[in-house]
């Protein structure tokens, strides 16, 4: 069955940095697009950006855009979300998902798989 599997989340102080890792298996990676999203506790599930297949594109969301990079190594099915400059409300449970039509889309309900999770927490 396909997996998504994060890691790499952790405590970071305000300032740092932080390398997201996820590692898909169970599907052809390299026919999806790869997205990244986050939710705190009580709040919607946020978007925060993609990927398309070959990764010579990507999208990002205003809120993180500038301080994230998002990558992926189809050879090791891994796609990575790096973090600079983190702020306490940087704060939440990381997430990655796999879109099925490949387009990175900006809506949850565009993505079929999804990781469980990895908690990054930033400290003020």
């Known amino acids: 069955q396909v997996q998504l599997v994060e890691s790499g989340g952790g405590l970071v102080q305000a300032g740092g940095s932080l390398r997201l890792s996820c590692a898909a298996s169970g599907l052809t990676f390299s026919s999806y697009a790869m997205g990244w999203f986050r939710q705190v506790p009580g709040k919607e599930r946020e978007f925060l950006g993609a990927?398309?297949?070959?990764?010579?594109?990507?999208l990002y969301a205003d809120s993180v855009k500038g301080r994230a990079t998002i990558s992926r190594d189809n050879a090791k099915n891994t796609v990575y979300l790096q973090m600079n400059s983190l702020k306490p409300e940087d704060t939440a449970v990381y997430y990655c998902a796999a879109d099925t039509l490949g387009l990175g889309s900006t809506s949850l309900q565009s993505y079929d798989y999804w990781g469980q999770g990895t908690q990054v927490t930033v400290s003020s």
């Open positions: 990927i398309i297949r070959s990764g010579s594109s990507t």
